[in-house]
Nanobody
Framework: VQLVESGGGSVQAGGSLRLSCAASGFRSVDYAIGWFRQAPGKGREAVSC????????YYADSVKGRFTISADEDENTVYLFMSSLKPEDTAVYYC???????????????????????WGQGTQVTVSA
């Protein structure tokens, strides 16, 4: 399995960015793609995930209403559209894949990064005030 992120960059507060995660190598649709981020000096934070079996999506409270995750199954690509960006959104963003699905499911999303077997290289997002 290979995950390749793109779309990071620098924007001013209030701006928007769209991150892409191109996935290859999954043998079935029994997988989920999550987005995580890590700011300098801080731990890894779960941002969002999408369950490719039933298209359920989950969001961290800190991004709910501002970020939207979606998938283009024909292109095997997951997108994270980020709007109303804040300086505190500055971080390296990683997409990660889990198969089988243990985290991105159920009524409450835990955002447990250890459930994700596959990770991309990360893409930097910088939001200036």
């Amino acid at each position: 399995v290979q995950l390749v992120e793109s779309g990071g960059g620098s924007v001013q507060a209030g701006g928007s960015l769209r991150l892409s995660c191109a996935a290859s190598g999954f043998r079935s649709v029994d997988y989920a793609i999550g987005w995580f981020r890590q700011a300098p000096g801080k731990g890894r934070e779960a941002v969002s995930c999408i369950n490719m079996l039933d298209d359920t999506t989950y969001y961290a409270d800190s991004v709910k209403g501002r970020f939207t995750i979606s998938a283009d199954e024909d292109e095997n690509t997951v997108y994270l559209f980020m709007s109303s960006l804040k300086p505190e959104d500055t971080a390296v963003y990683y997409c990660a894949g889990e198969s089988p699905i243990d985290d991105c499911t159920g009524p409450h999303w835990a955002g447990d990064s250890y459930e994700y077997n596959y990770w991309g290289q990360g893409t930097q997002v910088t939001v200036s005030a």
